[in-house]
């Protein structure tokens, strides 16, 4: 049996570095407040760690509707031979051998100090490089850079550029220049460059659409798992379009050849194999991807990141796979509401507008909460199924 751990703060845990790095409040509501995102991507025959009675009810509201995985109970120790958490940092292997499960099963101290360095958004620089080596084509490379004065001669030398912290959680430690480094653009390059040893530089391109291809790193290789279509503001992620492989081809073909993006499914397969060989990971991860316009036409960035960890495209991807009516689609969204209430408010309004229907454990329309909702709840994450949602 594996089990299954919702840590979406490792980002931040891989950003400190350190085995007793201690989340903050915010980053914690998330943890908690979405930990029932398991019962849709861990297998039936697993289990998840649920923190609560809040989720331990949910998860067994709807196992009448759905085959869901087991909720972990401390009995169920011995039976565990697999360990699958979000992400992995020093934090998390700490946590798990405080738990008392065998140091066999956790990775060792130099195979996290690996899957750390992967982690760093420098990677981008490295995968980019196999892939044009490989005849693929990319925009220019980004640069890391390791000192103050070259970091603000790069965004003094570009109309509109993006500077990056290599760790950071999602959507965050991002900084947009705009022909002059002016003072917060200083202290951000001075702040991180401090505590994480430099900045990644990268050129400023015009998006159009913004898309993940998935991948499962297992003990034979590297495997594509789907793709993920996403939206996102400012940077964070939003949510993700619920369709079938082959739909979402269909639209990304519409602005770049169908053969752009089977070459390089297929040169990343090779590419990350060879990139994770030595860390030892395995599990699913995800490389971000854009369709951006550079006046001529529209371009494939085919690595804007890589995702070494779970994340919300894969769960929204099992989603669809498993618990969605087939030929049909939606939308799978994470909202975060301000003030209590406003959540719970949004969560029963959709209930009423969109009633759910579902045909042996399969959605066919309607408005589905994947997490327990209460007047209390910050974030929401939902399902609405319905060809006319999209």
């Known amino acids: 049996m594996k089990l299954h751990i919702f840590n979406p703060e490792n980002d931040l845990a891989l950003a400190d570095g350190g085995f007793s790095y201690c989340p903050p409040p915010a980053a914690m509501c998330i943890a908690n407040e979405l930990a029932s995102l398991q019962l849709w991507y861990a297998h039936v025959e697993d289990a998840v760690l649920l923190p609560d009675d809040l989720h331990l009810t949910f998860r067994e509201e709807m196992s009448s509707l759905f085959n869901l995985p087991h909720a972990y109970t401390a009995s169920m120790q011995s039976l565990i ?14 946590r798990l051998k405080s738990m008392g499960f065998d140091q066999a099963m956790l990775p060792d101290d130099e195979s996290i100090a690996s899957m750390r360095l992967l ?14 080596d490989a005849g693929i084509d990319t925009p220019p ?13 790069f965004v003094n030398s570009h109309e509109r550029c993006v500077v990056k912290a290599p760790w950071s959680g999602s959507g965050k430690g991002i900084m947009w220049g705009i022909g ?17 040893g430099g900045v990644v530089c990268e050129h400023y391109l015009n998006a159009k659409a913004e898309f993940a291809m998935e991948f499962f790193a297992g003990e034979n290789g590297v495997e594509f798992a789907g793709y993920s279509l996403f939206t996102a503001e400012n940077g964070a992620y939003t949510g993700n379009l619920l369709a079938a492989n082959e739909y979402i081809e269909e639209q990304l073909s519409q602005y770049i050849p169908l053969e752009l993006l089977t070459a ?23 490389v971000d991807m854009m369709i951006y316009d550079n006046g001529d036409g529209y371009c494939l960035n085919p690595c804007m990141e890589v995702n070494l960890r779970m994340n919300m495209g894969v769960v929204s991807r099992l989603f669809h796979d498993r618990f969605v009516y087939k030929g049909k689609h939606g939308i799978y969204r994470v909202r975060f509401f301000k003030q209590p209430g406003e959540a719970y408010s949004s969560h029963h309004e959709m209930k009423d507008a969109y009633p759910l229907i579902v045909d042996n454990g399969r959605v066919v329309r309607g408005y589905m909460n994947l997490v327990p909702v209460t007047p209390e709840n910050r974030y929401l994450a939902y399902a609405i199924i319905g060809e006319d949602i999209c």
């Open 180 to 196: 002059s480094a002016e003072e917060p653009m200083v202290n951000f390059c001075r702040g991180v460059i401090r505590r994480q």
């Open 264 to 286: 390089v499914k297929t040169e990343l397969c090779t590419v990350m194999h060879g990139v994770l060989a030595k860390s030892g990971y395995r599990g699913y991860f995800g």
């Open 119 to 132: 982690s760093s958004r420098v990677l981008t620089i490295e995968v980019l490089t196999a892939l044009r």
């Open 81 to 94: 031979t697999n360990l699958s958490p979000w992400g992995w940092s020093a934090q998390m292997r700490h």
């Open 141 to 153: 490379l980004p640069l890391y850079i390791n000192n103050i004065d070259d970091a603000v001669a």
